[in-house]
């Protein structure tokens, strides 16, 4: 099964830079590629949260996904769902870690491409590790733009 993974450190307080990226409302303006993010169900209790969400791309292709969100332990882990073409399988494990410059944020995505679909599986390895790059990028940016991220 291949695997995408990459850290970024981004300057800001764990909670704060965990609260940020995981509220899917926001997901258009951190990612570069999302038009539209809009929240199904959102369930939590005590230091754990589920979210039922849908993202739409640029180009207009939409799907649904969840996501696990553990506020102690800063791990948030989702899988795609449906439509899950052009996949078979996406397992995504986002990690924070407080570092001396602010917080290393990892991203770790498991997947397996569909036989139909137009990547094999390494070159949507290829295509995901540049995106990652990418909005990992312009995660930092707006992440250290705003006003809470100042203080570490």
Known sequence: MPRAEQSIIVRGDID????????IERWPELFVEYGQAR?????????FARIDFELTDAEGH????????????????AQRGTPMFPFQYMHITWRYEP???????????DFEADPKAP???EQALAYMLEHMAK??????????AAPQ????
Do not use: C, P
């Open 135 to 144: 909005n990992q990028a312009r995660f930092k940016e707006v992440l250290e």
């Open 149 to 152: 991220a100042k203080s570490v």
């Open 62 to 77: 939409s799907w649904r996904s969840w996501r696990l969100l553990d506020y102690e332990a800063h791990i948030a882990i």
């Open 99 to 109: 570092v001396d410059e602010g917080v290393r944020m990892t991203w770790i995505q």
């Open 39 to 47: 929240v199904l169900a959102f369930q939590r209790e005590g230091r």
């Open 119 to 121: 990547l094999n599986n």
């Open 16 to 23: 704060t830079i965990f609260s940020i990226t995981n509220t």
